[in-house]
């Protein structure tokens, strides 16, 4: 499923990006899934259904802009855990990830990994 997931935000991106027509943009992903994040980062004899939605992320996206968060500040969570209309309603949601503002230098700190960090540690 976290797979499924990581290619759907790549096509979507995608496809704000060639709507706004802004090729130039910079764009970061994050996941929780540090066995999507394997897959992505790394050349193996993957099963054909892992290996096909990997060859399209690689295609759609730079292996080296995935990223890591713990579970615990992925606001995406909300919504693939269940939650209450209260809790959709919280800024985290709608805001993001205080984290999410912090210089990219700072996320080691933090338990959020670029991919290549994660790569050195396994």
């Known amino acids: ?3 499924l997931t990581a290619l759907i ?3 979507l991106i ?3 990006i060639e709507a706004l027509n802004r090729k ?11 066995s999507v994040l394997a897959w992505i980062s790394k050349d193996e ?6 290996r096909n939605r990997v060859q399209e992320i690689r295609k759609l996206t730079s292996p080296l802009a995935w990223n890591h968060v713990v579970v615990e500040l992925n606001p995406a969570d909300l919504l693939s855990r269940g939650c ?3 809790q959709l309603m919280s800024l985290r949601w709608w805001e993001g990830s205080q984290w999410l503002t912090e210089p ?3 996320f080691g700190i933090m ?5 290549k960090t994660l790569m050195k540690t396994r």
């Open 1 to 3: 499923m976290a797979l």
């Open 9 to 11: 935000g790549a096509r």
């Open 14 to 16: 995608n496809s704000v």
């Open 24 to 34: 130039e943009v910079k764009c970061y992903y994050w996941s929780d899934s540090t």
């Open 45 to 50: 004899n993957w099963s054909v259904f892992v």
């Open 84 to 86: 209450t209309a209260t």
């Open 104 to 106: 990219i230098s700072s």
């Open 111 to 115: 338990g959020i990994f670029c991919v």
